[in-house]
């Protein structure tokens, strides 16, 4: 029991360090898109948008509202209750506990969010796609789906054996995520700083859920550790 709680502890301190770096940077690089957004329209929002609108094609419209179906609310939900149960089955409630965590907290954040910034979309007269009366800053789908898929990401590689398989489910991961970012570009229903903020965001939440619960692992354990010595 010993050697697993030193193990435990020394996991823990690892992905605590790791989770501290991460959630700084994209706490940082968050403040800096918001701030730039705060001052004015940055002039790549309507360019970007006015020049991906302009290249729309009927096949791509097709497979990025697939795309952009598995960042909604409704998918996400799905997906956070799929992998909970699946955790909860194979006795892992600590993942189960960040999963809840990242979908709950992102979804709170980008609500609150919007409210704060009420920066409306983009608008088009023959728009490809439209969403819900919400406002746009920052991407909901992009916030959400970063944190969701990227908490599921983080606990494979944890657990996959192999350097190889750990990289290749973080990928897989990010690739994923970037697709349902720029999903929310493509049908015009996201300025490119929207979605920027929202990675930003999501991934500074799940950084900072992994600290939390690698803490908690440590004070759990450390009294045990000292107590044998």
């Not at 229903?189 to 965001?201: K, M, N, Q, R």
């Not at 354990?221 to 044998?228: C, I, L, S, T, W």
């Amino acid at each position: 029991m010993r050697g697993r709680a030193r193990r435990l502890v020394d996991a823990a301190g690892f992905e605590l360090l790791g989770g501290l770096v991460v959630l700084f940077a994209a706490a940082w690089a968050f403040g800096a898109v918001a701030e730039g957004v705060s001052e004015g329209e940055p002039a790549i929002d309507s360019r970007l948008a006015a020049w991906l609108h302009g290249h729309a094609t009927p096949a791509l419209t097709s497979f990025f509202k697939t795309v952009t179906f598995f960042g909604n609310f409704a998918s996400l939900l799905v997906v956070s209750a799929v992998a909970v149960l699946v955790l909860l089955r194979r006795g892992q409630r600590t993942e189960a506990t960040l999963v809840v965590l990242a979908f709950g907290g992102a979804q709170i954040l980008t609500l609150g969010l919007k409210l704060g910034f009420q920066r409306e979309r983009p608008f088009f007269p023959d728009p490809l796609a439209t969403a819900p009366t919400t406002y746009s800053f920052p991407s909901g789908h992009a916030c959400v789906s970063a944190a969701v898929y990227g908490a599921i990401g983080y606990i494979l590689a944890r657990h996959l054996p192999g350097a190889r398989a750990k990289l290749l489910a973080l990928a897989v991961t990010a690739v994923v995520i970037l697709l349902i970012g720029f999903s929310r570009l493509y049908l015009g229903v996201h300025f490119l700083t929207d979605v920027v903020a929202g990675f930003c965001l999501g991934i500074a939440w799940v950084a900072l859920c992994v600290v939390a619960l690698n803490l908690r692992v440590r004070l759990r354990f450390r009294p045990a550790e000292a107590g044998k010595q």
